[in-house]
């Protein structure tokens, strides 16, 4: 199994990267948590170091190799534990994670339904599963140091999707529609609907 990969950034899309280790290019799936990490400070022909989560994908009459990777074993270590949760597999987690770790451990350790049913592809029932197996389980992720980036994602939500429309409906442009609902999801860590979104919206624009 591979457990790491060394080598230089070849490209870097959406969900993945290409890293060439001595002429032979791998590509390695990473959460937009950690994707946006790589975004700030790796450019094509840097070398990178990833941790890699290393699994087989089985489809009918083949088998799959897939590589998730991570700039740090403590990163790998959260998702190893989120994919113990009843149906969550690599793919879904892999999916899921696109805030910091840090924020979705203390969501986490706190039981916010809210903000864990806001990630991709966990509902309301799988956010209360996570609580359950999870809670008072992941408490020291809540220190890694990734909180910086908290208010970015690769691709806007559905809740940021209506908050959009709403604001445009209201007369605003896109692009400044844009910039308020990044600014509010910046300050508000713990928005987790449509409702709750808005009304930061709304308080950001009153202390303007």
Known sequence: MIARIY??????????????RGG???????????????????????????MIYHYYQVEPSRSIPVLI????EVEKEFFQEFITVSGIGPR????????????????IDEADINFLKSLPGIGQ???????????????????IQDSAVKGKKTC????????????MQLGYKKPEAQAM?????????RIGTT???LNEVYKQKKVK
């Open 7 to 20: 080598g230089k950034v070849v490209e870097k899309g959406d969900t993945h990267v290409l890293i060439d």
């Open 125 to 143: 029932q799988r956010a209360k599963e996570i609580v359950a197996k999870l809670q008072h389980k992941v408490a020291k992720f809540g220190l």
């Open 24 to 50: 032979i290019v791998y590509e390695v799936f990473v959460p937009a948590a950690v994707m946006h990490r790589i975004e700030d400070s790796f450019s094509p022909g840097q070398e990178i170091s990833l």
């Open 92 to 107: 879904a987690a892999l999916r899921a994670l696109n805030q910091p770790i840090s924020l979705i451990a203390n969501a």
């Open 69 to 72: 990777g991570f700039l740090s």
């Open 181 to 189: 609902i990044g600014k509010a999801l910046e300050n508000g860590a």
């Open 156 to 167: 806007p939500t559905d809740m940021e999707e209506e908050v959009l429309a709403v604001l």
């Open 195 to 197: 409702e709750e979104l």
